[in-house]
């Protein structure tokens, strides 16, 4: 019998099976939400150029900018906390005991695509932090042996057409990746609209009352420049480890032992289980850390 967090003896509770369909579909529609809303965006956005001063004037001079560019963010960032909660569901209750391999490795797949599709956003501000971003970003894929260079030139070229590639994986790669991984569960989940519904409605809502995050001009003088807010793990440890370690192997354990629980011959062992979630655990902790650690450091280091 197998016991986890949601199961009791008598199996999966309706609570839980709803719960984790619920998940499903608000991460589904916030992607849908976030999808929509950049291509309005996409519209007035040019990767080229003084990409900052142009957001800029996307957001406050045109059209109901500033709408769409708040729900664009809310929705992305719901889009990634509802695919990890989604996740943590699945990996709790051990749902991949019961689902085909090649069903539970696109599942994992496009969770793992959730993030670089929000980091590529987070570069296209073009302000400081965006420029940071994308120079952390090639320079790790540097650091990856054999296969680096190139795939550092496929994520970023430096000089004029810096925002370009990012554009191209945030806007084209990496959503057809995902709408693609998730094969036949978008299309169960496009039956789902009520809470589709709802979360458009809360979202709008929001956009009204919610700020967002301020640009920082790209040749402003300031400390404690950071990525989003999922990667402040990873720039603490840059502090202190090697950017291979620290920058590639780290994040890619945890994701590459999700991935290995597609397989029998490791899904049978429990320990191997429970070792995943002592890793993704001590990821978080180290995440919490960084969150009050990098603001500390950032006014010692100014």
Same mark, same amino acid.
């Given at each position: 019998?197998?016991?986890? $967090? ?7 509770? $309706? ?113 400081? =932090? ?12 540097? =650091? ?15 000089? =004029? ?142």
């Amino acid at each position: 019998m197998t016991c986890s $967090f949601f199961q009791s003896q008598g199996g999966s509770s $309706f609570f839980s099976d709803r719960f984790g369909r619920s998940l499903a579909i608000l991460s589904w529609w916030a992607f849908i939400i976030a999808l929509v809303s950049g291509i309005v965006l996409s519209f007035n956005y040019r990767p080229w150029g003084n990409v900052y001063l142009a957001l800029s004037k996307l957001t406050y001079q045109f059209p109901y900018g500033i709408f769409f560019r708040k729900l664009h963010y809310l929705s992305g960032q719901c889009f990634l906390l509802f695919a990890l909660a989604h996740m943590s569901e699945h990996f709790l209750r051990r749902t991949f005991l019961h689902m085909k391999p090649i069903e539970w490795l696109r599942l994992v797949s496009a969770f793992f695509l959730s993030f670089p599709l929000v980091f590529t956003g987070f570069i296209l501000k073009g302000d400081k =932090e965006g420029i940071f971003a994308g120079e952390v970003m090639v320079n790790l894929a540097r =650091e990856i042996p054999i296969v680096g260079a190139g795939l550092a030139m496929l994520l970023l070229k430096p000089g =004029e057409d810096f925002f370009l590639r990012p554009y191209l994986h945030h806007t084209v790669t990496l959503p057809l990746l995902v709408i693609f991984l998730l094969g036949g569960h978008r299309r169960r989940l496009f039956l789902e609209k009520g809470l589709g519904l709802l979360l458009l409605v809360i979202l709008g809502v929001l956009t009204f009352f919610y700020q967002l995050p301020p640009d920082i001009p790209p040749r402003a003088e300031i400390a404690g420049i950071t990525g989003p807010w999922f990667f402040h793990g990873i720039q603490l440890l840059l502090r202190y480890g090697s950017p291979l370690m620290v920058g590639i192997l780290w994040p890619m354990t945890p994701i590459s032992f999700m991935l290995a629980l597609a397989f029998p011959l490791v899904s049978s062992f429990r320990q191997f289980w429970i070792l995943t979630g002592i890793l993704w655990v001590i990821h978080l902790i180290v995440l919490c850390v960084a969150w009050f650690l990098l603001p500390i450091l950032a006014g010692v280091s100014g």
